[in-house]
């Protein structure tokens, strides 16, 4: 019973970690053909809201790429160079949105010319921390439950082998 309790613990703490790390990989926006060769856009978040957010395009990383944002149809883009990292695949970017709206995002290789598909994205504001939190306040009630439930089997368990030892 004790090597099941230990197992519990360790699958309810990889599961509190995958969470806290965003493990989701995030979530394609747009694919691409750059010279023959699919490109794929990843965003991450998930939900685009204020605040970071992280950019990963797989496929081409051997040309230079700039991502654009325009958060609104008369503001000037603002573009961010994309770099490589040797521990993963593709060439990122990690920016900010700061306005609530909709946003335009789009990818150049090389010069701009403006013919990159752009794709779409309404930043919603960002939630208020107490709701952030709200699961991490209850995670703690299934696991007491289960705890209890243990306790009261082995008690149970104490009682009978207790009581066969009297008869």
């Given at each position: 019973?004790?090597?099941?309790?230990q197992i519990l613990v360790s699958i309810v703490s990889l599961a509190i970690?995958?969470?806290?790390?965003?493990?989701?990989?995030?979530?394609?926006?747009?694919?691409?053909?750059?010279?023959?060769?699919?490109?794929?856009?990843?965003?991450?978040?998930?939900?685009?809201?204020?605040?970071p957010v992280s950019f990963t395009l797989l496929g081409r990383s051997d040309?230079?790429?700039?991502?654009?944002?325009?958060?609104?149809?008369?503001?000037?883009?603002?573009?961010?160079?994309?770099?490589?990292?040797?521990?993963?695949?593709?060439?990122?970017?990690?920016?900010?949105?700061?306005?609530?709206?909709?946003?335009?995002?789009?990818?150049?290789?090389?010069?701009?010319?403006?013919?990159?598909?752009?794709?779409?994205?309404?930043?919603?504001?960002?939630?208020?921390?107490?709701?952030?939190?709200?699961?991490?306040?209850?995670?703690?009630?299934?696991?007491?439950?289960?705890?209890?439930?243990?306790?009261?089997?082995?008690?149970?368990?104490?009682y009978t082998s207790a009581m066969r030892g009297t008869e």
């Amino acid at each position: 019973m004790r090597h099941q309790s230990q197992i519990l613990v360790s699958i309810v703490s990889l599961a509190i970690a995958a969470a806290k790390c965003l493990g989701d990989g995030g979530v394609p926006i747009a694919a691409m053909d750059v010279n023959g060769h699919r490109c794929t856009l990843i965003m991450s978040p998930a939900t685009p809201e204020i605040g970071p957010v992280s950019f990963t395009l797989l496929g081409r990383s051997d040309l230079p790429a700039m991502l654009y944002l325009q958060p609104s149809p008369s503001a000037t883009p603002i573009g961010h160079p994309m770099v490589t990292d040797a521990r993963t695949p593709g060439v990122h970017v990690q920016t900010q949105f700061t306005d609530v709206g909709p946003c335009q995002v789009w990818i150049e290789f090389g010069d701009p010319s403006g013919t990159s598909p752009r794709v779409e994205l309404f930043v919603n504001a960002a939630p208020p921390a107490w709701q952030v939190f709200i699961p991490w306040i209850f995670c703690w009630i299934p696991l007491a439950g289960l705890l209890a439930v243990r306790a009261g089997v082995v008690r149970s368990t104490n009682y009978t082998s207790a009581m066969r030892g009297t008869e």
